[in-house]
């Protein structure tokens, strides 16, 4: 059973507008929450993340937001370049790492 | 440089084959994983080392797979008699524990093994 699930297999958003991916998670024990990026032919690398005791962190264009009650977190990318095009994967610390399928973001021009 | 690195790329292998990868880490990274990686979903758990001791395995590492790290540094992983359903991406990654800080995954590029 999946514990973490990104519902959105792609998603596809104008140059310079917002990219929102969702991502939602099955055991609120859960304390802390990445984000990764991975490019085709190599491996992913790490975004960005937050704990369990903030609802959002910022770094740059890319904010997470946390939502506790509602066991789900999203990625906004603002504004979305051509560069973000990738597959982004969400993800959860459990002692090991716990990854969703992933969400494949599309940047048109 | 000073990333993961993981030796061969791509590896393509018959069916009943024995293949085996290599994973050299980040030098400082106590932690080492394992991960596998199919078309449509995401990295997949299947073991992970702090130094030298391998301290959780995943129901999905059958008993045709082992994983070692001698020495606390590279690591390999053996798959025996491979069989189609072994074809995927094995990604290693590495990072640094230190009580409770805990450094996010790096991660290798990955051997991409696919079994004819």
């Known amino acids: 059973d999946q514990q973490v699930k990104q519902n959105s297999p ?5 140059e310079g507008r917002i990219s929102i991916l969702n991502c939602d998670y099955t055991n609120s024990m859960f304390d802390y929450f990445l984000w990764y990026k991975k490019y085709p032919a190599e491996g992913p690398t790490f975004l960005i993340s937050i704990s369990s005791i903030k609802d959002k ?3 740059g264009r890319f904010t997470v937001f946390l ?3 509602a066991k789900h977190l999203s990625l906004h990318i603002v504004p979305s370049q051509p560069g973000d095009s990738a597959v982004y994967f969400c ?3 459990d002692d090991k790492i716990i990854f969703g399928k992933g969400t494949r973001l599309h940047i048109l021009p | 440089d000073t990333g993961v690195s993981q030796d061969p790329r791509h590896k393509i292998t ?3 084959q024995n293949v085996t990868f290599r994973c050299d880490p980040i030098s400082e990274h106590n932690r080492l994983y394992w991960y596998r990686q ?5 990295p997949e758990f299947l073991t992970y080392f702090q130094n030298e001791a391998q301290l959780e395995k995943s129901r999905l590492l059958s008993d ?3 994983a ?3 020495k606390g540094s590279f690591s390999t992983l053996e798959i025996q008699r491979t069989e189609q359903g072994d074809s995927a991406m094995y990604l290693c990654a590495s990072s640094l524990v230190l009580g409770e800080a805990n450094s996010p995954l790096h991660f290798g590029n990955g051997t991409r093994l696919t079994v004819t």
């Open chain 1, 10 to 14: 792609s998603l596809s958003v104008q």
């Open chain 1, 57 to 59: 962190n910022e770094d």
């Open chain 1, 67 to 69: 939502n506790k009650s």
């Open chain 1, 91 to 93: 993800a959860v610390r």
């Open chain 2, 14 to 16: 018959k069916r009943g």
């Open chain 2, 38 to 42: 199919t078309l449509g979903q995401g």
């Open chain 2, 64 to 66: 045709r797979f082992s």
């Open chain 2, 68 to 70: 070692e790290r001698p």
